[in-house]
């Protein structure tokens, strides 16, 4: 399907912006130490996530965004399971900005991995023997103003490949 916004005569228009992903599932890991039977079953689980973001530069107008996703669910001092997920898109970014090139990375690109990622950690669970769990929402974008704040406060380089 073409933009009509970016046709000229029939013809797409080579100057403007076009972002292409490729979404991947980068490594996978479950566990669940004792299956979905807990002998204490009066204990409240705690779930607890970690969330980064990686860029790697593939070639010149490619690059390779990473979301790395940790959820553990404890209950009672005992693990009931652990995902870890690298969810991973290759992006072709063309006639983009320089300036703008970054905050893709570090907002875009994570926010359109997030759903595969969620959906994985999902379907482990419940093929796990669990109920689903889906990922509560991470606001990429307050994300990336923090690393860009810490790049400032520390002066290095915007380029650096963590964002999160």
């Known amino acids: ?17 076009h ?5 991947y599932l980068k490594d996978v890991s479950y566990e669940a130490p004792n299956g979905p039977h807990v002998a204490d079953n009066t204990s409240v689980p705690n779930v607890t996530m970690d969330v980064q973001t990686t860029i790697n530069q593939l070639n010149s107008d490619t690059f390779e965004v990473i979301v790395s996703v940790n959820v553990r669910s404890v209950a009672a001092e005992k693990t009931l399971w652990l995902c870890e997920v690298k969810q991973a898109g290759s992006f072709v970014l063309r006639n983009i900005a320089a300036n703008e090139v970054h905050r893709l990375l570090g ?3 994570p ?34 103003e923090q690393s860009v704040a810490q790049q400032e406060l520390l002066n290095v380089p915007a380029a650096t490949t963590t964002v999160n």
Do not use: H
């Open 1 to 17: 399907m073409t933009d009509k916004a970016n046709q000229t005569n029939g013809t797409v228009d080579p100057n403007a912006p």
């Open 19 to 23: 972002i292409e992903p490729y979404v």
């Open 107 to 109: 907002v875009f690109c």
């Open 111 to 144: 926010n359109y991995l997030w759903p595969y990622a969620r959906q994985t950690i999902s379907d482990l669970l419940v093929k796990g023997g669990f109920a689903p769990f889906l990922l509560p929402p991470v606001n990429f974008d307050a994300l990336y």
